[in-house]
């Protein structure tokens, strides 16, 4: 075990990559019986059509597919549609998620267990088109998000944020 066991509904946020292979992350962290993985088993036992929750498992081909753990549980915040987008979806960004948070196992960030759980909320451009910048966007995200989630962002940055407060901008908002 490590020093980082109190993350229970630790979240945090993460981008990798550039659009439109870019990648968004939002992570939840969880301990095994508590309220939060409740709710992230309910997230995974609560599909719906274009968004299925997946438990991120890798392998050469599906008969040697193993977990990753701690348990990953990847959901798509865009329909997964055909073709490219399902691929890299299912394909090269759960394979990055599954590196960034072995990422985090290997920092000692996490433990590698079944008492642990990770939530990964997944956004990917539906015009991404390269399976490779993409896994790598998911990894780098995954990775960042995780960090965060576990160790916080350092006070100078939260100062800092609110200290811009008025002049916030987001690439989604063009306004004044």
């Given amino acids: 075990m490590n020093e980082h066991t109190d993350i229970d509904g630790r979240f945090a946020q993460g981008w990798g ?13 969880a301990r095994r019986g508590t309220r939060t993985a409740a709710s992230i088993t309910t997230a995974f036992t609560s599909p719906r059509p274009g968004f299925t929750p997946v438990l991120a498992s890798i392998g050469a081909d599906q ?55 990770v939530f990964v909320s997944l956004w990917i451009d539906p015009a991404a088109e390269n399976e490779t910048a993409v896994k790598d966007a998911a990894r780098a995200a995954t990775s960042a998000a995780v960090r965060e989630a576990v160790l916080g962002r350092p006070a100078e940055a939260r100062q800092a ?3 811009d407060r008025d002049t916030l901008r987001h690439p989604f908002y063009n306004g004044d």
């Avoid at 977990?67 to 990953?72: R, S, W």
């Avoid at 996490?110 to 759980?117: G, N, R």
């Fill in 17 to 29: 990559g550039l659009a439109p292979n870019g990648v968004h992350v939002n992570v939840l962290l």
């Fill in 63 to 117: 008969p040697s597919y193993v977990t990753v753990n701690p348990p990953t549980v990847i959901l798509s915040k865009t329909e997964a549609t055909k073709g490219i987008h399902e691929t890299v979806t299912f394909g090269a960004a759960g394979v990055g998620i599954s590196q960034g948070v072995l990422d985090a196992v290997a920092e000692d960030l996490l433990v590698a267990d079944q008492e642990s759980i």
């Fill in 161 to 163: 944020l609110v200290n």
